[in-house]
């Protein structure tokens, strides 16, 4: 069979079983045949991913070749792996795929044809397969006639490395070689690797072969088709805030950005579940039923009811659906060039304002920069806020140095007249344990006033600290919070933290000054 020789040139030979692009239902039953997952109260297959539930960042590596050497941004988030040693390792991985019942699923990534990317990926287990069916985009059964893959994914999270003869750090690892285009992932049974595996890759090919901004954000489209995007970091409200009724999602993680539209890398979303409930979210809620897969949930005791409040496992709990179990998702996952960009921040000091407008210096500057704070209780150790900066907003999926994206987008807002906003959906009058959190409710209000012209009209001021232009007024929204130094009943305590804030901001960036212009500089904070 065809299947069975394109593994041949893969290099395994098969042993056991071969499952070849399974169906939904079959990759259910298969999962519950092995005692691997349970159906929940809604339907979905629940799952443990066990020893791992996040990425493990320290353990991903790029095969260090003459594709690679001078153009990978090497250093803390890029790890070199010799290729002699990636050979080594793939063999391993072959031999032990070629001794295991293996779930073989063709997909591909981009939704805009002239940049379509084909993948082939072998996983162990047959819900990391559905996983692979939900997040990627799913072939036509035509096409998968006469599929041919670009790129391979062996997803092998019973094998485990050992360090002294792999070179791997421990037994885990996700390694990228971009000459013979494979990812090897071992050790570790999150499925998020695979995920940020291919976006890993799509932020290497589109920017530096086809000159196309790579981006971690949601996009949506309004009923004028006009775009906007949403970058963000974790817990700052990215998926919640692009999943608005009033507007068809475009999706809401994985973008890219060319000459003249932004499409979505992906064919389905990856949500977080924690804190979970229809009235908070209900476009997610409801996406979770049959077909979706639950990682690392736990249940109201004796029941199979999921307590979404329980992170006892984890609070990375996620759910992995098809883009269209959401209502008003648009197909094809394609947008026009976007009308408003929203850099999205959670800002724990409560100094920054809840919206503001950047001028493209600013909008650089902070693009760069990919602020947002932890707070106390997401990590252990932490007991009060802690500044996070990970460039574009998405520092660990970067393998280009940063500035190479922030020239992308600098260009596109020069070229199209773009706004772009920073809002702050942290806290107001005080800092984290002394102010309050921005309601969710005015941050949406802030983001319709935009996206309904409303602030074309409105007065600006300039915040002192870090030269953002703040409106003096915005529908539904009271115009008390808007000058956050405004909220402060000690106004030098709020000058003391918006100044530790700015400091830190300044501290962070030195390591982009020599990359970035005068104009990008100019547009960090005044003092």
């Not at 059964?141 to 360090?163: G, R, S, Y």
């Not at 309004?222 to 009033?246: E, H, I, M, P, Q």
């Not at 260009?411 to 702050?424: A, F, G, R, S, Y």
Request: glycine share 8%; aromatic share 12%.
């Amino acid at each position: 069979m065809e299947y069975l020789e394109s593994l041949k040139n893969i290099g395994i030979i098969p042993g056991k079983e071969v499952y070849y692009n399974l169906s939904v239902p079959q990759l259910i039953s298969q999962t519950l045949k092995q005692n691997q997952g349970i159906i929940t109260s809604s339907g979905a297959l629940a799952c443990d991913t066990g020893e791992f539930t996040g990425r493990s960042p320290k353990d991903k590596y790029i095969v260090l070749d003459d594709t690679t050497k001078d153009s990978i941004w090497w250093g803390e988030v890029n790890h070199p792996f010799m290729p002699e040693d990636f050979e080594r390792l793939y063999d391993d991985v072959i031999t032990h795929l070629s001794d295991r019942d293996i779930y073989v699923r063709d997909a591909y990534a981009c939704a805009k044809p002239e940049y379509r990317l084909n993948i082939k990926v072998i996983t162990e287990t047959p819900w990391a397969n559905l996983f692979v069916n939900n997040l990627f985009l799913r072939p036509e059964a035509k096409e998968l006639e006469t599929f041919q893959h670009e790129w391979l994914i062996l997803n092998a999270p019973d094998f485990k490395a050992v360090p002294e003869n792999h070179k791997t750090r421990q037994h885990n690892f996700t390694i990228i070689n971009f000459t013979k285009k494979v990812i090897l992932i071992g050790g570790s049974a999150y499925t998020g690797e695979i995920k940020k595996g291919i976006f890993t890759v799509l932020n290497y090919i589109l920017p530096f072969e086809k000159n196309v901004l790579s981006m971690h954000c949601s996009a949506n489209i309004g009923v004028n088709s006009d775009t906007s995007v949403f970058f963000r970091l974790s817990g700052t409200g990215k998926t919640t805030l692009s999943a608005d009724s009033s507007r068809q999602l475009i999706g809401d993680d994985e973008h890219g950005w060319d000459h003249e539209s932004v499409f979505n890398f992906e064919g389905g979303c990856y949500a977080k579940c924690v804190n979970l409930s229809e009235e908070k979210e209900p476009q997610i809620f409801s996406a979770i039923r049959s077909g979706t897969l639950l990682e690392n949930v736990r249940f109201f005791e004796g029941t199979d009811i999921v307590d979404y409040d329980n992170v006892s496992a984890t609070e990375n709990t996620r759910a992995a659906y098809p883009i269209d179990f959401i209502e008003n998702a648009i197909h094809p996952s394609i947008g026009k060039t976007p009308n408003n960009i929203f850099f999205l921040t959670c800002d724990a000091f409560g100094v920054l304002p809840p919206i503001s407008k950047l001028s493209v210096g600013q909008a650089m500057y902070h693009f760069i920069s990919g602020y947002t704070a932890k707070v106390a209780g997401t990590e252990a150790g932490i007991t009060e806020p802690q500044t996070t900066f990970s460039a574009c907003f998405g520092k660990p999926f970067l393998p280009l140095h940063p500035t190479k994206y922030a020239e992308l987008l600098g260009k596109k807002l020069k070229d199209n007249n773009i706004n772009v906003w920073l809002i702050n959906t942290g806290w107001s009058a005080g800092a984290y344990g002394t102010g309050e959190r921005i309601k969710l409710a005015y941050t949406r209000a802030m983001i319709s006033a935009v996206l309904e012209n409303k602030l074309e009209n409105v007065d600006f001021m300039q915040d002192a600290v870090f030269g953002l232009q703040m409106p003096v007024e915005c529908e539904g929204v009271p115009s008390g919070i808007l000058n956050p130094k405004n909220t402060w009943d000690d106004q030098l305590a709020y000058d003391e933290k918006a100044l530790h804030l700015a400091t830190q901001f300044a501290e962070n960036f030195k390591s982009f000054e020599s990359f970035a212009d005068e104009e990008t500089i100019a547009g960090g904070p005044l003092v």
